[in-house]
């Protein structure tokens, strides 16, 4: 089995960014080429599984799924989303104590569950898997109880499923719905945890955020990886001069550590394997691959290993500067309709960045502006773009990784 697997990240507003650069890709670009590129799979998390369910319920006509995604972002207010009223300052204690009855967070989830309920077609998406025109989506969770991700599979009839994907995961296969993709994008305390069976589970990018594996073992050869992080110098200041960083900025990097940057880790380790295959061909010839896969085949692993082609698409600019810059632009009409107190709270001031507001920022013109930053990203890679969806894939592969291509060339075998 091969084909192109879409992976999308989690990180809650920022996921604006990855509507903008699939845009760019299945609209803008494939407008000009004349031809769509084909998506076989998609793995998402957190927000990357909102913005992945939608076009996985639309994946006959993609074009026309990222143009009314674009719609949906854009016309987001803030309060909307964001709700939080007297029900939710009463039971802040809850948030903190836990306690039985519903799970509580800071904000009330309902806002979010009305948006991907209204706008997920999932009649449609059974039908896309049933007919395989999907082969399969996958949303990662965390499970609470036992801190392990796990990976929901809802695949089309005949495609195997993996049992496990190292590090602890789990592999489920499941009838994915509406409380997979807000388990998902459940981030912890902003959201409550959302109980699926007998089990509860939140944000699964605490453990999964750019789910590469599970497109992997599920037989993809190609993946186009959507990051919302910013690799940062080593040497960039956090704050200002004299100042030092309160709860909620630490809050802000905290989830930054969580839920980012797994994916430059991910990226390192599978290259490392990539380069071991390309040396393996080199060494002993192209029957190398056969080989190992018929020794992994006699010890029962069901799945091959084989060489991936990757393109990850990441930020140039850094999405907490330009929450930053977008709360000091509104902060007058923020501070009407949400409080002043709250807009600090997010706002810190410390360091040029706002974090935690880029996670928390559902607001049309922000999301406008992650928007169009994904497509001018997206854009900037427009040749890398063309060759990797259609050029021919064997040539692709059967070519050793240089310095130039290698942030761009990634692989992982399955076990």
Same mark, same amino acid.
């Given at each position: 089995?091969?084909? $192109? ?24 670009f ?127 009839p005949g ?7 190292? $590090? ?11 409380h ?63 100042k030092f960083?309160g ?41 190398? $691959? ?7 085949? /006699?010890?029962?692993?069901?799945a ?8 990850v ?36 001031? /410390? ?9 928390? $920022? ?15 990203? /997206? ?37």
């Amino acid at each position: 089995m091969s084909g $192109l697997g879409l992976i999308l990240s989690g990180g809650g507003a920022r996921g604006a960014y990855e509507v903008g650069v699939l845009e760019y890709i299945f609209s803008e670009f494939a407008d000009a080429r004349g031809n769509t590129p084909k998506v076989d799979l998609i793995s998402g998390t957190s927000v990357g599984a909102v913005n992945g369910a939608f076009v996985a319920s639309a994946i006959g006509d993609i074009p026309s799924a990222v143009k009314q995604l674009v719609s949906i972002w854009t016309d987001l207010e803030l309060p909307q989303v964001l709700g939080f009223g007297l029900r939710q300052a009463a039971g802040l204690y809850r948030v903190l104590l836990g306690g039985s009855g519903q799970a509580r967070g800071v904000f009330d989830p309902a806002p979010l569950s009305a948006l991907v309920g209204r706008n997920v077609r999932w009649r449609r998406l059974r039908q896309n898997l049933r007919t395989g025109t999907l082969r399969a989506l996958t949303v990662s969770t965390t499970h609470v109880g036992t801190g392990q991700p796990v990976i929901f599979v809802d695949a089309a009839p005949g495609v195997g499923i993996p049992k496990s994907l190292g $590090l602890h995961a789990l592999v489920r296969r499941a009838r994915i719905g509406q409380h997979h993709v807000l388990a998902s994008a459940a981030i912890p305390l902003i959201f409550p945890a959302v109980e699926i069976g007998d089990e509860i589970h939140c944000d699964g990018g605490l453990r999964l955020n750019t789910p590469m594996g599970p497109s992997i073992h599920l037989g993809m050869n190609r993946l186009l990886v959507v990051g919302l992080s910013t690799p940062h110098a080593p040497d960039r200041r956090a704050v200002q001069d004299g100042k030092f960083p309160g709860a909620t900025y630490m809050l802000g990097k905290v989830l930054n550590a969580f839920l980012l940057d797994h994916v430059n880790t991910d990226l390192l380790e599978v290259q490392r394997i990539n380069d071991f295959l390309h040396d393996g061909i080199r060494a002993y010839g192209p029957e190398f $691959l056969e080989r190992i896969n018929e020794a992994a085949k /006699a010890r029962g692993a069901l799945a091959q290993r084989r060489l991936i082609s990757s393109l990850v698409l990441r930020p140039t600019t850094d999405i907490g500067q330009v929450a930053s810059d977008y709360l000091a632009s509104n902060r007058v009409r923020f501070g009407k309709s949400l409080g002043r107190a709250f807009i600090s709270m997010i706002d810190v001031g /410390a360091g040029a960045d706002a974090d935690l507001a880029s996670y928390l $920022l559902f607001d049309g013109g922000f999301a406008q502006t992650l928007i169009e930053m994904g497509r001018r990203d /997206a854009h900037a890679h427009r040749a890398e773009i063309e060759a990797f969806l259609f050029e021919d894939p064997e040539a692709i592969l059967s070519r050793p990784p240089t310095v130039e291509t290698a942030p761009h060339s990634v692989s992982k075998p399955p076990e």
